[in-house]
């Protein structure tokens, strides 16, 4: 009897400690569940407008800005030719920060309202975009023909493509919308620029953005067709960065150092666009001199904001084309709340 006591005994106590020690674990589920990331994993294109996010990488100011709020994090930058790329990281779960054109970022958020909630957290740049081509014929975007090839990041819904059928309906009419589609050819701007300079592709269009904007028109063959400004009467967001509130709700202090940090970086680029325009020639190695480079960033055409400009403009096309479904009143309704963003529109 002693000896099966003993069992008996040693059997208990086994399974008081196996149940004390699944408690314990239990209770530590909560607290592993509601840590934030300690990698935070953010992607930008090519291009000076992803200047604020370049500036950040240099100068490792989400770490620094995460390091106040008491938390360590380290940084993975990514690089994407697109936005509709960048989305399908944010869907599969690789990638915490996107920044592209505001085509992708509303497409988006329009999409994922009941599911990851996909939202902008603030703008990068403001920046006039240009249609340029090296065929002597087209003078307007009515003289485009079947032989021609526009490049351009994303097809039908990327921020140019968007941008070429408001140009399209306020030139021909609203039914000549998607009249270029055909002849549309996703390529990011770096392979664009080398096509079109090369004389030797199909490609003799190119809708395109700083610095390869400037870098084109060097060329004597090649002029501007029309600028994004034109097209909607004045100044248009170009870039923003965007995140799902499924990871802002898991990460509310990795939101508050990304949203502090790009205040920092567009702080430092207005105060020194000199240093400024050194940090990215450092970083992104473009081909181009530090006074052209220094010019590109000062560009009285250029705005270093995190307020959006005329993107609630740009949404209302987008739901009037039947792109977009999801109903907004206002361009808040498409940002995080409670981000420092001074007036937009």
Request: proline share 6%.
């Amino acid at each position: 009897m002693t000896k099966l006591f003993s069992k008996i005994e040693r059997v208990t106590v086994l399974a008081k400690g196996i149940c004390f020690a699944s408690i314990v674990t239990c209770l530590s589920w909560p607290t592993v569940a509601n840590a934030e990331v300690s990698t935070v994993r953010i992607a930008k294109q090519y291009g000076v407008a992803y200047l604020p996010l370049t500036v950040m990488e240099n100068q490792k100011l989400l770490e620094k800005h995460a390091k106040k709020l008491g938390i360590d994090v380290k940084t993975e930058w990514l690089r994407f030719a697109s936005g509709s790329a960048m989305n399908d990281g944010l869907l599969s779960g690789s990638l915490d920060f996107a920044a592209g054109g505001l085509g992708p970022m509303i497409l988006m958020w329009s999409k994922t309202q009941d599911k990851i909630g996909v939202k902008a957290v603030g703008a990068l740049c403001t920046t006039p975009l240009h249609l340029v081509t090296t065929n002597p014929d087209v003078k307007s975007i009515a003289d485009f023909t079947p032989k021609d090839r526009i490049a351009m990041p994303g097809i039908k819904t990327s921020y140019q493509a968007l941008l070429l059928q408001q140009a399209l309906i306020k030139k021909l009419g609203p039914d000549q919308a998607h009249k270029l589609d055909a002849i549309t050819v996703a390529l990011g701007h770096p392979d664009a620029m080398a096509a079109l300079l090369s004389g030797q592709s199909e490609i003799n269009a190119h809708f395109t953005s700083p610095p390869f904007y400037s870098q084109e028109m060097a060329d004597p063959r090649v002029r501007s067709v029309l600028n994004s400004y034109d097209v909607f009467g004045g100044p248009l967001t170009f870039t923003v960065v965007w995140a799902t509130t499924t990871f802002a709700n898991s990460n509310p202090k990795v939101m508050k150092a990304f949203s502090a940090a790009l205040d920092d970086a567009m702080a430092r680029i207005n105060a020194d666009p000199a240093a400024a325009a050194k940090i990215w020639l450092q970083t992104e190695h473009p081909k181009i001199s530090k006074a052209e480079a220094e010019k590109i960033v000062r560009d009285p055409q250029t705005k270093w904001t995190t307020a959006p400009q005329n993107i609630f403009a740009f949404y209302q096309y987008m739901h009037k084309a039947g792109i977009v479904t999801t109903e907004a009143s206002s361009w808040k309704d498409l940002f995080f709340p409670g981000m420092k963003l001074a007036s937009g529109s």
